[in-house]
């Protein structure tokens, strides 16, 4: 049986596939705690700006600058072939290819983490074709192969297999590869993405996928959300009538390991839409581009005022981003605004006792209101109160762009509705 195996994904009766996501430490903090930070930041430049548009980067021929996952702190775990080989990989609806590390790679970077090995699949396929991917000052390089995806039969899936990762920072990374969940029309070497595949070949009941990040500090380090435990809460029924849907489909069930200063409970779901994870009622926001999962903002406000995006901007729901980004002078006022200095770090910070009383950034979307709290722009660890916003650099020509990354992802279970290519946004249970 030939098949790419999601490992920790469950199969619900509805024929929808749950992939549980953990949250660890994102490489910042490996770097900041192996005396690393400070030295990394003085040589890498790191502009969120690049990952959508790749010539911003130093490198030429880019086409995901790792750099821009620096703060990503959730991940799933997948296998690829037959018999599967397994990864730990980034769930990015802002980029469309799936990479991981491999044999041929023997950079620093490959040798402390998993790699795959194309002998011992009896379902490979090798190709051609050669891949490169951005950071910093130097790229990724690989190779295209084709193999299967699993409990889901997601056959001759074309993937990367990586043969350098120059740079020593990503010895840290705390992921293998990415899974891209964009559009194809930017997916490079024009790769059908992994969702397509599942959708062409009829193994979701919807052309959707939805998404639910566990708010911070809910549940403990290594424990379940309890309000949405990954194997014991019964599988609810997908909502029909939002985007075309099919029959149903099922497959095996297979539970993911937790390990110390980890946390679960967040998920992507494959297929259909899960209410319980959200109370009222879902906003649909049209899609603006059919590249990434670009839409349309009106104007942001803080207290009722507009601080930001005074014409209309662009924004781009991005699973791959931890932060809040935006334009420079807009990111920089609203930092004003909240009183926000900055430490010695370079950090962006505010009195941890003034966070109660700041105020809600609120985005305007096709004509409703989304606020986020001060409680998910402001991260508390235990020294200081450090904001979660990131001032980007853009082509003038481009105009106002804003990443909703995780920090706003949390406070909104998300729907990336292909079908009708619209997002569909509730507040999370």
């Not at 539970?255 to 994870?277: K, Q, R």
Request: charged share 15%; with cysteine; proline share 7%.
């Amino acid at each position: 049986m030939k098949w790419l195996l999601l490992l920790g994904l469950v199969a619900l009766s509805e024929g929808l596939y749950k992939v549980p996501l953990t949250k660890k430490k994102s490489l910042r903090q490996n770097l900041m705690e192996n005396g690393l930070l400070d030295d990394f930041l003085k040589t890498h430049g790191i502009n969120p700006a690049s990952k959508y548009f790749p010539s911003l980067d130093a490198s030429s021929g880019a086409t995901q600058p790792l750099t821009n996952y620096m703060d990503s702190e959730y991940f799933g775990t997948i296998g690829i072939g037959t018999p599967p080989q397994e990864f730990t990989v980034i769930f990015d609806t802002g980029s469309s290819n799936l990479w991981v590390p491999s044999v041929y790679c023997s950079s620093p970077a490959c040798t402390n983490h998993n790699r795959f090995n194309p002998k011992k699949s009896s379902t490979y396929k090798p190709t051609r074709q050669s891949v490169s991917i951005a950071y910093g000052t130097g790229s990724m390089t690989g190779v295209l192969g084709y193999d299967t995806v699993a409990g889901i039969a997601d056959t001759n899936q074309i993937f990367g297999l990586s043969q350098t990762e120059p740079g020593s920072f990503l010895y840290y990374c705390p992921f293998d590869g990415i899974l891209g969940l964009a559009f194809p029309s930017i997916s490079s070497s024009g790769a059908t993405p992994v969702f397509d595949n599942m959708w062409n070949q009829g193994l979701v009941p919807q052309d959707l996928f939805s998404v639910y990040l566990s708010p911070d500090h809910r549940g403990g380090a290594g424990s379940l959300d309890q309000r949405h435990p990954a194997r014991e809460r019964p599988p609810a029924g997908p909502s029909m009538g939002t985007a075309q849907a099919r029959g149903p489909k099922t497959s095996e069930v297979l539970s993911p390991t937790l390990h110390s200063n980890e946390e679960s409970g967040s998920v992507v779901i494959f297929g259909g839409i899960d209410s319980s994870y959200y109370t009222g009622k879902l906003s649909w926001i049209p899609l603006s581009s059919e590249t990434y999962w670009q839409i349309t903002v009106e104007r942001v406000t803080m207290n009722g005022q507009t601080v930001a995006c005074s014409g209309g901007c662009q924004a781009i729901v991005d699973t791959g981003t931890s932060l809040l980004s935006g334009p420079v002078n807009a990111i920089a006022s609203i930092l004003t605004h909240i009183g926000a200095t900055q430490n010695a770090n370079g950090a962006m910070v505010v009195s941890c006792s003034s966070v109660q009383s700041l105020p809600d950034l609120v985005f305007h979307m096709n004509g409703a209101k989304f606020p986020v709290p001060a409680s998910a722009y402001i991260q508390q660890d235990q020294q200081s109160c450090m904001t979660g916003l990131q001032g980007m650099d853009i082509p003038t020509p481009s105009g106002e762009l804003w990443i909703l990354g995780d920090v706003f992802i949390r406070q909104y279970y998300v729907i990336f509705d292909r079908a009708h290519n619209q997002v569909g946004l509730a507040t999370v249970a």
